[in-house]
């Protein structure tokens, strides 16, 4: 007979069966199709080797003017500028306390490294940070460099005294204190309060109308920041729920806001030494009505060519009232080109507009000529109208679903997303998205931490990542991915563990986060770099089964006749591993199979990049059945491969 080509379909699909899939692909992992043919995603290396504290779930990348390559990265501690590998904490203060005497240096036997804070203005949460400045020696070991420095909050003992752990500036160790720390730190101590950590994960109650808000974000009597969205004295709201960031730049500032907190603004001119700040604050300090500007937020989007600010929820203005309640449906904009002014004149271009389907504001994202918004139940299309209506809105498909804040994505001017039982796509219109994934992902998605799902752009692969936490893993942190490739238009997937993704056209290669805290450049290596040492990515595609029988009686498999390039491999000798499984029937086990190594024939110095000839060989085999499926894997270092299309030499056999 002659030798029969094995032609698959590109894309895993797992709808049906594995062998209703017959001619397609059924399972695989960090695996992609280009052209038809799979092949090993690219790896990955360490932007730098430095690290950030906490989770990061947001990054923005843009320039400045004098030329600076920023990336913003919102944590669930903090929020970062990186310029050159190093992470600059630009984390806002929100409320600043000037205290006299305000440090009780706690001495015990053994001596301790305790130190208590006496301040009844502000009580933070465990878990807070706070840079303390203006301190004097207590007398002893405590210097005024050992409290002037940012400090995390460890105990809270009660609404007006908390507990922080006295460490070197140099070298991060406890300092314990002695007899002569009997000093209370002068009368020049100013606490200065971070915005309050978030968590890593979401809980299920706490989300928009969670915790304390609808308070003047600022105390204007002493001009100091002031906390939260209540008296000023409870974390609540951001505190106690998912951390998620939204980011922009206007022009060459980066505004910023934690959602469900207030609007910050950092300015670039200023330099990494200076803070995000206020925006209520700013817009006082410019001469405006700062205590206008949304004291609370879901997101910002500062937009590119109208040169907006706009929030999506936030509280009415009330010419009468700066405090008025918050509204998850409102959408409130800036006056055009003046981040400052939120008060509404026929002088300006400020103003609000409350959208009527559904019952609060998910997440919106900035196309190329319009605005889209996703409420809970809704998709609004938002556009430029000019005055006096300045913008206008339209709904333009009710009783859709978003699985999360972060589940969408626009590229080459259509948007993806993910809904919580299927995909959508739009371009104009609202259309489902045909995904050959569906069953499988829904069915394993952790629907109780749905918050965490984000959406990442390929474009040099035209892919749409989803990233999400599976029902396998611990429950809590993103393990897996699924790709849409809108080219070929297949799907593939597979696991991956990863907290943001960000491609950026002013950056080389897209980039991630992960949970050691740093940032991967992808498609930047052939292995796994995230670590202080490379690591082989293991990778598989595994066929659907076909037929190799005539349905009745047997096949004979006698030889196969690889098809396998190596191109982009770093490593002499890159090989990867055929396995071939042959069955009697659907409803039986695989039978035992070869395990033959199908690998290059060249021998190239060790650790030059270099392309390696088509492989031309063959692999003799004895295996039978009535159908089969096999497997491509590679578990070495510096491989790269894609298969083309094997070839089998199949003989009748018997029926038995």
Same mark, same amino acid.
């Given at each position: 007979?002659?030798?029969?080509?094995?032609?698959?379909?590109?894309?895993?699909?797992?709808?049906?069966?594995?062998?209703?899939?017959?001619?397609?692909?059924?399972?695989?992992?960090?695996?992609?199709?280009?052209?038809?043919?799979?092949?090993?995603?690219?790896?990955?290396?360490?932007?730098?080797?430095?690290?950030?504290?906490?989770?990061?779930?947001?990054?923005?990348?843009?320039?400045?003017?004098?030329?600076?390559?920023?990336?913003?990265?919102?944590?669930?501690?903090?929020?970062?500028?990186?310029?050159?590998?190093?992470?600059?904490?630009?984390?806002?203060?929100?409320?600043?306390?000037?205290?006299?005497?305000?440090?009780?240096?706690?001495?015990?036997?053994?001596?301790?490294?305790?130190?208590?804070?006496?301040?009844?203005?502000?009580?933070?949460?465990?878990?807070?940070?706070?840079?303390?400045?203006?301190?004097?020696?207590?007398?002893?070991?405590?210097?005024?460099?050992?409290?002037?420095?940012?400090?995390?909050?460890?105990?809270? @003992?009660? &609404?007006? +005294?908390?507990? %922080? =752990? *006295?460490?070197?500036?140099?070298?991060?160790?406890?300092?314990?204190?002695?007899? #002569?720390?009997?000093?209370?730190?002068?009368?020049?101590?100013?606490?200065?309060?971070?915005?309050?950590?978030?968590?890593?994960?979401?809980?299920?109650?706490?989300?928009?109308?969670?915790?304390?808000?609808?308070?003047?974000?600022?105390?204007?009597?002493?001009?100091?920041?002031?906390?939260?969205?209540?008296?000023?004295?409870?974390?609540?709201?951001?505190?106690?729920?998912?951390?998620?960031?939204?980011?922009?730049?206007?022009?060459?500032?980066?505004?910023?806001?934690?959602?469900?907190?207030?609007?910050?603004?950092?300015?670039?001119?200023?330099?990494?030494?200076?803070?995000?700040?206020?925006?209520?604050?700013?817009?006082?300090?410019?001469?405006?009505?700062?205590?206008? @500007?949304? &004291?609370? +937020?879901?997101? %910002? =989007? *500062?937009?590119?060519?109208?040169?907006?600010?706009?929030?999506?929820?936030?509280? #009415?203005?009330?010419?009468?009232?700066?405090?008025?309640?918050?509204?998850?449906?409102?959408?409130?904009?800036?006056?055009?080109?003046?981040?400052?002014?939120?008060?509404?004149?026929?002088?300006?271009?400020?103003?609000?507009?409350?959208?009527?389907?559904?019952?609060?504001?998910?997440?919106?994202?900035?196309?190329?000529?319009?605005?889209?918004?996703?409420?809970?139940?809704?998709?609004?299309?938002?556009?430029?109208?000019?005055?006096?209506?300045?913008?206008?809105?339209?709904?333009?498909?009710?009783?859709?679903?978003?699985?999360?804040?972060?589940?969408?994505?626009?590229?080459?001017?259509?948007?993806?997303?993910?809904?919580?039982?299927?995909?959508?796509?739009?371009?104009?219109?609202?259309?489902?998205?045909?995904?050959?994934?569906?069953?499988?992902?829904?069915?394993?998605?952790?629907?109780?931490?749905?918050?965490?799902?984000?959406?990442?752009?390929?474009?040099?692969?035209?892919?749409?990542?989803?990233?999400?936490?599976?029902?396998?893993?611990?429950?809590?942190?993103?393990?897996?991915?699924?790709?849409?490739?809108?080219?070929?238009?297949?799907?593939?997937?597979?696991?991956?563990?990863?907290?943001?993704?960000?491609?950026?056209?002013?950056?080389?290669?897209?980039?991630?986060?992960?949970?050691?805290?740093?940032?991967?450049?992808?498609?930047?290596?052939?292995?796994?770099?995230?670590?202080?040492?490379?690591?082989?990515?293991?990778?598989?595609?595994?066929?659907?089964?076909?037929?190799?029988?005539?349905?009745?009686?047997?096949?004979?498999?006698?030889?196969?006749?690889?098809?396998?390039?190596?191109?982009?491999?770093?490593?002499?000798?890159?090989?990867?591993?055929?396995?071939?499984?042959?069955?009697?029937?659907?409803?039986?086990?695989?039978?035992?199979?070869?395990?033959?190594?199908?690998?290059?024939?060249?021998?190239?110095?060790?650790?030059?990049?270099?392309?390696?000839?088509?492989?031309?060989?063959?692999?003799?085999?004895?295996?039978?059945?009535?159908?089969?499926?096999?497997?491509?894997?590679?578990?070495?270092?510096?491989?790269?491969?894609?298969?083309?299309?094997?070839?089998?030499?199949?003989?009748?056999?018997?029926?038995?």
């Amino acid at each position: 007979m002659p030798l029969q080509k094995v032609e698959l379909r590109p894309g895993l699909n797992r709808e049906g069966t594995d062998y209703a899939n017959e001619g397609g692909w059924y399972d695989g992992n960090k695996i992609r199709f280009r052209s038809g043919f799979p092949e090993k995603i690219g790896g990955w290396s360490r932007l730098s080797n430095n690290t950030f504290i906490g989770t990061a779930r947001s990054l923005w990348n843009w320039a400045a003017l004098n030329g600076s390559n920023y990336l913003g990265i919102g944590t669930s501690k903090k929020y970062y500028v990186e310029s050159g590998g190093a992470y600059t904490d630009i984390t806002p203060i929100l409320y600043a306390s000037p205290v006299a005497n305000a440090f009780t240096a706690v001495t015990v036997t053994p001596f301790s490294s305790n130190i208590t804070i006496v301040d009844g203005s502000y009580t933070p949460s465990v878990g807070d940070y706070i840079v303390i400045s203006g301190a004097v020696s207590l007398g002893g070991n405590i210097t005024a460099a050992v409290l002037n420095q940012e400090y995390q909050e460890v105990v809270e @003992v009660s &609404t007006t +005294t908390f507990t %922080i =752990i *006295a460490r070197d500036p140099t070298t991060g160790l406890p300092v314990l204190s002695n007899a #002569s720390d009997t000093g209370h730190g002068g009368t020049g101590i100013v606490l200065n309060y971070e915005v309050p950590v978030g968590l890593d994960v979401y809980s299920v109650g706490i989300g928009w109308g969670a915790g304390g808000w609808n308070a003047n974000p600022l105390n204007l009597t002493t001009d100091a920041w002031a906390h939260g969205w209540g008296t000023g004295v409870t974390t609540g709201g951001i505190a106690e729920q998912l951390r998620l960031w939204s980011n922009d730049n206007f022009g060459q500032d980066l505004v910023l806001a934690p959602r469900n907190g207030a609007i910050y603004y950092w300015q670039a001119s200023l330099g990494l030494s200076q803070r995000a700040q206020l925006l209520s604050y700013l817009s006082i300090n410019a001469g405006y009505q700062g205590q206008f @500007v949304p &004291t609370q +937020t879901i997101q %910002i =989007i *500062a937009s590119a060519v109208q040169k907006f600010i706009i929030a999506f929820g936030a509280n #009415s203005y009330d010419p009468t009232n700066s405090n008025t309640a918050f509204n998850p449906m409102l959408v409130r904009w800036s006056d055009q080109l003046n981040p400052y002014q939120w008060v509404p004149a026929v002088t300006n271009q400020s103003g609000e507009f409350a959208l009527s389907s559904g019952s609060y504001i998910m997440g919106a994202r900035a196309t190329r000529q319009e605005i889209l918004i996703w409420t809970d139940s809704a998709l609004y299309s938002m556009q430029y109208l000019g005055a006096p209506y300045v913008w206008g809105f339209n709904i333009m498909m009710d009783n859709i679903s978003v699985m999360s804040p972060n589940a969408m994505i626009t590229i080459n001017n259509v948007t993806y997303w993910m809904g919580s039982d299927k995909f959508y796509m739009y371009s104009g219109r609202v259309e489902t998205l045909p995904c050959s994934l569906r069953q499988y992902v829904f069915n394993d998605i952790n629907k109780d931490q749905a918050y965490q799902v984000f959406a990442g752009g390929n474009e040099g692969y035209n892919e749409v990542w989803w990233f999400y936490v599976s029902n396998t893993s611990n429950g809590t942190e993103v393990d897996k991915y699924v790709i849409y490739n809108y080219v070929d238009r297949v799907w593939y997937y597979g696991t991956m563990a990863r907290t943001a993704w960000l491609d950026s056209g002013i950056r080389q290669y897209p980039m991630a986060a992960a949970y050691n805290n740093r940032i991967l450049y992808h498609e930047s290596s052939v292995d796994d770099n995230a670590g202080e040492s490379s690591l082989p990515i293991n990778v598989y595609v595994q066929s659907s089964d076909f037929d190799i029988g005539d349905g009745h009686n047997f096949g004979f498999i006698w030889r196969i006749l690889p098809d396998v390039n190596f191109n982009g491999s770093v490593v002499n000798n890159p090989s990867v591993t055929m396995t071939v499984k042959p069955r009697q029937n659907s409803g039986t086990p695989y039978g035992a199979a070869d395990n033959p190594a199908v690998v290059s024939a060249d021998n190239y110095t060790m650790g030059q990049v270099y392309n390696i000839q088509q492989f031309t060989g063959q692999v003799y085999t004895r295996l039978r059945g009535r159908q089969m499926s096999f497997r491509i894997e590679s578990t070495g270092l510096g491989v790269a491969w894609q298969l083309g299309m094997p070839r089998l030499d199949i003989r009748p056999d018997g029926r038995r």
